[in-house]
């Protein structure tokens, strides 16, 4: 089945470092992918859409130039969390989108837990 | 903006079935129900999807109800590793909505 990568899978920084996560499709081409954020015993929050080719999409209260997506080609979109801070402490998940009918459902990577100190 | 409704936490005996319901009242015609389980520290897994007909793969089955207001997942023979969170999803088949909001979930313990 489809596989969507996530690297790293975990990170310790100090803050105001900037981290960058990546997201890979292993299988099969995304021209959109998904970021999501998930604090302690809380739900999915999703937090930008990521489109081959052009600027991403930013839900409702996510600042775009704190969070800097990048999706450079169909297999590959990048998250950048940048100048972190500890509440910038958190799972982030991403997803694509397998195969061209929109009903094809997402499928998740394994997720990278950012811890700033 | 999530349109689903589900009980908060359920247990479930192992080798039994695990009924998890999930109301969405106000779907469109032209959206599907999706399925995901969330183990810990992992991120969610699909399970199912379906439109109107009920649907059954390796992993559960799916029951939607005739005026399509609410569906069923069914595990039909539980197991320890089913101990999850579950999410109930509604996204439209059409147009620009390709986004999951993802609800509060049902946590499942299969109890041993």
């Known amino acids: 089945g489809a596989v969507v990568s996530q690297h790293p899978s975990w990170v310790i920084c100090k803050s105001g470092t900037s981290v960058k996560i990546e997201c890979r499709s292993l299988?099969?081409?995304?021209?959109?992918m998904f970021w999501y954020r998930q604090f302690p015993k809380q739900s999915l929050m999703l937090m930008a859409t990521?489109?081959?080719?052009?600027?991403?999409?930013?839900e409702q209260g996510v600042e775009k130039d704190k969070f800097l997506i990048n999706h450079a080609s169909l297999t590959l979109s990048t998250l950048t969390v940048t100048s972190a801070h500890p509440e910038d402490s958190s799972f982030y998940i991403c997803?694509?989108?397998?195969?061209?009918?929109?009903?094809?459902?997402?499928?998740f990577g394994d997720g990278t837990r950012l811890s700033i100190l | 903006d999530a349109k689903t409704t589900q009980p908060t936490s359920m247990d479930c005996a192992e080798g039994r079935a695990a009924n998890l319901p999930c109301n969405h009242s106000?779907?469109?015609?032209?959206?599907?129900v999706y399925w995901y389980r969330q183990i810990h520290s992992q991120g969610p897994q699909y399970i199912i999807h379906?439109?109107?007909n009920n649907e059954t793969n390796e992993m559960a089955s799916l029951i939607i109800t005739e005026d399509r207001k609410s569906s069923t997942l069914i595990l039909p023979h539980a197991t320890l590793r089913d101990t999850a969170v579950y999410y109930c999803?509604?996204?439209?088949?059409?147009?620009?909505?390709?986004?999951?909001?993802f609800g509060t979930g049902t946590s499942l313990t299969v109890i041993p």
């Open positions: 997803s694509a989108r397998g195969g061209v009918r929109r009903n094809q459902p997402q499928h």
């Open positions: 299988d099969f081409q995304a021209t959109t």
């Open positions: 990521s489109n081959e080719g052009s600027k991403a999409t930013y």
């Open positions: 106000t779907i469109s015609g032209n959206e599907y």
């Open positions: 379906g439109l109107k």
């Open positions: 999803i509604v996204r439209p088949s059409r147009g620009t909505g390709n986004q999951f909001y």
